[in-house]
């Protein structure tokens, strides 16, 4: 603190210019020059895994890994949408401070629309149930179990492909609008003065709060098609709330990194106060506890149960080497953030902070690769090397990268400080108030 | 412990918190150490002026919360290995997984347990007497509007007449000797 605190009682001044610090587009650069190196890279990892892996699955794990990134740029643009949409509810100068960035998440839909048409296009190639016509005569000659065979009959109503399709456009169009709904809105309130805030905060709360309940069930769809689908056998009803838990996981932590990087310059130089960043870091503990009830809570119940029907999901996840997985799983996406974000230092330290948050974004895509890999018959409890595997690496970064640049040309479409809300005035006030 | 005699301090009363944090700190910085604010809600700038700490709270806490859920845990292992080993359906005695839960629980509580226990330690609670209720204005004013700082008696640098003029030279409401 200032020695004159006579000064300090005073409220810091909003800088002029609010639009977002020129280094943005130099995020951007990098993120598009990383994401071109890792398509390379993709590239010919999957001709190499083709041409020299015993199973010349190459391409086969190109679309699984793409099936990950989906899934992970999937989870930072629309759950992004959903952390806006919380915070209109919810209020809270956390939620003045990440709005604009949210915003620019929740704007990125566009490209997780393009990630997906690749899935759907080649949803034969990745989904048994799809590749599977007729499973009497697959059973017949043995290229699936009887379960799967059952199953794939059973679901067939819900899991064909002309639903895939269309349930996941029908959720892109609900999540669009609401994207675009919101982001115009945003822009329109600020353009009005201080009068217009108790019309404005109810008018987010009732788009907003309709709005997560329906995100909540669309979300839910689209994890059941994109992934657990995967395996025709299994289900869990505990399923969407972990990728929603997931989702409010992965949005924080790269919010966080957002934020505490733009604040090396104005305007967020100004707004953001220590008070705010432990805050984030406060909630993003939460989501962290939450994720390991209900992942180790899906578990327990399944471990209780041990049916045939349930277990052999955690098997296939389990044996084989895969335990080696499971246990580093459940040390980078629980033990790691845990244990440090209980320190408040830390919490209040930016370096360190960002640090725990991109190890925290790479323990979601870890933890999606867990998810992912051992539905496919060649992995089930046989984790191995392949060519192949080193897609899950090339792909996602690359897709991430790409998402990143986008988010980086959304975020300086609009000024970074959203001005007409009355925690403005708080955020520009002194740590703690001096009267 | 013999009932103390003496002075306990001086009390300074002042209107805005601003006056006692600028009083603390100058105060602080001059050399005192035996010296506290009293405030009718929490300021972190008071605590830092007059040289915040670190306490034993969070390291008692993790300690507590640590040997509750290890306790649990080995409590749980050996009624279900050793001392009444039941086979429930077909499992291995040593079920880890169905331990977990209770574990965690007894973490929670006595980590809870700690950190309010020991709190209340730390603080020298319950406590049914203190010096500083001697003064009228602190009785009234400590929980409403007013914000205080007091000198200690313990301080070396105490001194009754020095350290009056020292406080008076902030300009507080008053400044009133406390007896014990």
Redesign the interface.
């Known amino acids: 603190m200032a020695h004159d605190s006579h000064a300090s009682s005073h409220a810091k001044q909003l800088p002029v210019e609010l639009g977002a610090p020129a280094f943005v587009d130099g995020w951007r650069n990098r993120a598009l020059l990383i994401g071109v190196i890792f398509s390379v890279i993709a590239v010919i990892l999957a001709f190499l895994a083709q041409a020299v892996d015993p199973e010349h699955l190459g391409w086969a794990h190109f679309l699984r890994a793409w099936t990950l990134g989906l899934t992970l740029t999937w989870g930072f643009s629309i759950g992004g949408l959903t952390m806006l949409m919380v915070q209109y509810c919810s209020g809270g100068k956390w939620g003045l401070l990440l709005r604009r960035p949210l915003e620019a998440m929740s704007r990125t839909w566009p490209l997780i629309v393009l990630y997906f048409l690749v899935v759907a296009i080649f949803v034969k190639r990745l989904y048994l149930w799809a590749k599977i016509s007729d499973p009497e005569a697959a059973l017949r000659s043995h290229l699936i179990s009887e379960i799967q065979a059952h199953c794939i009959a059973f679901k067939r109503p819900m899991l064909n492909i002309g639903a895939f399709w269309w349930v996941s456009l029908l959720c892109f169009a609900i999540w669009a609008f609401y994207a675009i709904r919101l982001n115009a809105l945003g822009l329109k309130r600020d353009t009005q003065g201080p009068e217009t805030i108790p019309y404005w905060i109810k008018k987010f709360e009732n788009i907003s709060g309709l709005g997560i309940l329906i995100y909540s069930i669309t979300m839910t769809a689209c994890a059941i098609y994109w992934v657990m689908s995967m395996d025709v056998t299994w289900f869990s009803t505990v399923y969407g709330l972990l990728y929603l838990v997931e989702q409010g996981f992965q949005v924080l932590a790269f919010a966080i990194i957002v934020v505490l990087s733009l604040s090396k310059a104005e305007p967020f130089k100004t707004i953001l106060r220590q008070t705010e960043q432990h805050d984030l870091g406060k909630l993003t503990f939460a989501f962290v506890m939450l994720n390991i009830y209900l992942a180790f809570g899906q578990f327990l119940i399944i471990w209780s149960g041990n049916l045939p029907l349930e277990i052999n999901w955690y098997l296939d996840r389990i044996r084989g080497g895969w335990g080696v997985i499971i246990t580093l799983d459940f040390i980078f996406h629980w033990l790691v953030p845990f244990t440090l974000l209980l320190s408040r230092n830390l919490k209040r330290n930016k370096r360190r902070l960002v640090l725990v948050c991109q190890f925290m974004i790479f323990a979601v895509a870890f933890n999606l690769f867990w998810l992912i890999e051992p539905n496919f018959k060649d992995a089930a409890r046989n984790l191995h090397f392949s060519w192949g595997i080193l897609e899950y690496i090339a792909v996602p970064v690359a897709m991430t990268a790409f998402w990143v640049a986008y988010f980086c040309r959304q975020l300086k479409a609009r000024p970074l400080v959203a001005v007409n809300d009355p925690h403005l005035a708080e955020i520009l006030e002194p740590e703690h108030a001096i009267a | 412990m013999p009932a103390r005699e003496g002075t306990y301090g001086l009390l300074a009363e002042f209107d805005?918190?601003?006056d006692l944090?600028?009083a603390a700190?100058q105060a602080y910085q001059d050399g005192w150490r035996r010296l506290d604010c009293y405030t009718p809600y929490p300021?972190?700038?008071a605590a830092?002026a007059i040289g915040f700490h670190r306490n034993k709270v969070?390291l008692v806490t993790l300690i507590g919360g640590l040997m509750g859920g290890a306790a649990m845990f080995a409590l749980e292992t050996w009624i279900s290995v050793l001392a009444y080993p039941i086979n429930s359906?077909g499992?291995p005695t040593y079920s880890w997984?169905?331990f977990?839960?209770p574990a965690y629980e007894w973490t929670i509580l006595w980590a809870g347990l700690s950190a309010g226990f020991c709190m209340l330690a730390l603080n020298h609670l319950p406590a049914l007497y203190h010096p500083l209720f001697n003064a009228p204005n602190f009785r009234d004013g400590a929980t409403t509007d007013k914000f205080f700082l007091c000198l200690e008696a313990l301080d070396p640098k105490f001194d009754l007449v020095q350290s009056r003029s020292y406080l008076e030279g902030f300009k507080p409401l008053s400044v009133v000797e406390v007896e014990y």
């Open positions: 805005t918190p601003g944090v600028r700190r300021i972190e700038e830092e969070p359906a499992r997984p169905a977990i839960v």
